[in-house]
């Protein structure tokens, strides 16, 4: 009969025991050869995978768990009459350690939300902003001036183009658009926009 608080311990023979008998086993006999393999082997290895892991706990513990499980998966294949499992258990940690660092060089490093929070955005407002600038600029412009400039540069129509749809000569245009230009650059620099 089992005393209290000795469940998931063998009666007798412990881990070697556990590992000769036959395959299938029993779940309880499952249960009993992990035990042993954590009651074992957990604090050496966990020694052992710290140091490969430059001292991560948490990814020691990983790499440990995956280690046990790949012992416990590996059952029928371990010797029973070994010494120790622990070289065992150090080749498999050792490869499931490199097998992480593979796979986290592979992929690039994850970064958490805070960098794009820091990531300068396009403000639709400045847009919004700069045309008003530009279209107070424009107003403050003589009709004529505003007239010309709308039809050559709103528009894109050409110089002849502008001076058949407003009825002026060509040279007239040329002139106006020269000036209207001037006049906005000033409109604009006394609005604090520089180009």
């Given at each position: 009969?089992?005393?209290?608080?000795?469940?998931?311990?063998p009666?007798?023979?412990?881990?070697?025991?556990?590992?000769?008998?036959?395959?299938?086993?029993?779940?309880?006999?499952?249960?009993?050869?992990?035990?042993?393999?954590?009651?074992?082997?957990?604090?050496p290895?966990?020694?052992?995978?710290?140091r490969?892991?430059?001292?991560?706990?948490?990814?020691?513990?990983?790499?440990?768990?995956?280690?046990?499980?790949?012992?416990?998966?590996s059952?029928?294949?371990?010797?029973?009459?070994?010494?120790?499992?622990?070289?065992?258990?150090?080749?498999?940690?050792?490869?499931?350690?490199?097998?992480?660092?593979?796979?986290?060089?592979?992929?690039?490093?994850?970064?958490?939300?805070?960098?794009?929070?820091?990531?300068?955005?396009?403000?639709?407002?400045?847009?919004?902003?700069?045309?008003?600038?530009?279209?107070?600029?424009?107003?403050?412009?003589?009709?004529?001036?505003?007239?010309?400039?709308?039809?050559?540069?709103?528009?894109?129509?050409?110089?002849?183009q502008?001076?058949?749809?407003?009825?002026?000569?060509?040279g007239?245009?040329k002139?106006?658009?020269?000036?209207?230009?001037?006049?906005?650059?000033?409109?604009?620099?006394?609005?604090?926009?520089?180009?």
């Open positions: 009969m089992a005393m209290p608080g000795t469940v998931g311990r009666t007798g023979g412990g881990l070697r025991n556990l590992l000769r008998r036959p395959r299938p086993v029993r779940a309880d006999d499952d249960e009993r050869l992990v035990a042993e393999l954590y009651r074992e082997y957990h604090r290895l966990l020694t052992f995978v710290l490969l892991t430059a001292g991560d706990r948490q990814w020691a513990e990983d790499v440990v768990q995956e280690t046990m499980v790949r012992a416990w998966r059952a029928d294949r371990l010797d029973a009459t070994t010494a120790s499992l622990m070289p065992w258990l150090a080749t498999v940690a050792r490869r499931i350690v490199i097998d992480n660092r593979r796979h986290r060089d592979v992929r690039p490093p994850e970064v958490g939300d805070g960098a794009l929070e820091n990531v300068p955005m396009a403000d639709e407002m400045d847009g919004l902003l700069h045309k008003v600038v530009v279209a107070e600029a424009l107003n403050a412009l003589s009709p004529a001036h505003r007239e010309v400039l709308t039809e050559t540069v709103l528009r894109d129509r050409t110089v002849n502008a001076a058949e749809v407003l009825g002026i000569p060509v007239t245009v002139s106006r658009v020269y000036y209207a230009l001037r006049a906005l650059r000033v409109a604009l620099e006394e609005r604090g926009v520089t180009a």
